[in-house]
């Protein structure tokens, strides 16, 4: 049985759509900016048009840089416990600097792929 859509719906790459996304561009055209602020969508896109508006990214980003920020940190302080003997003090410095660090490096793009991931899949408001 074949799909009544497929002639009339272009096709939308997901691994090319979030490659744009993770570099904050559009992921339909990947020329465009995608955000306008450090995390607020631009409307829609400058160069082709596409509404970037109509994502429902809601708090999934965050959900994931969390599940990954566990598996980079967690395995780093076990071999940097293991291999160095620094003080308890400056570990308490160190661990939640570095987390907020990354956190902060890794939103963006995250967000970026997931809005970049609705639009190719016809998600949300993308349909």
Not at 53 to 76: E, T
């Amino acid at each position: 049985m074949t799909d009544p859509l497929s002639d009339t719906v272009p096709d939308r790459p997901a691994m090319d759509a979030i490659k744009h996304g993770l570099r904050g561009r559009c992921p339909a055209c990947g020329q465009g900016r995608l955000f306008a602020r450090f995390l607020k969508p631009v409307s829609s896109c400058r160069q082709c048009g596409t509404r970037i508006d109509l994502h429902q990214a809601d708090d999934f980003p965050a959900y994931i840089v969390i599940l990954l920020l566990g598996h980079i940190l967690v395995p780093l302080m076990i071999e940097v416990n293991a291999a160095l003997a620094i003080p308890l003090g400056w570990q308490a410095v160190l661990w939640p600097l570095l987390a907020v660090i990354l956190a902060t490096a890794m939103i963006q793009p995250v967000k970026g792929a997931v809005i970049a991931f609705q639009w190719s899949r016809r998600l949300a408001g993308f349909r």
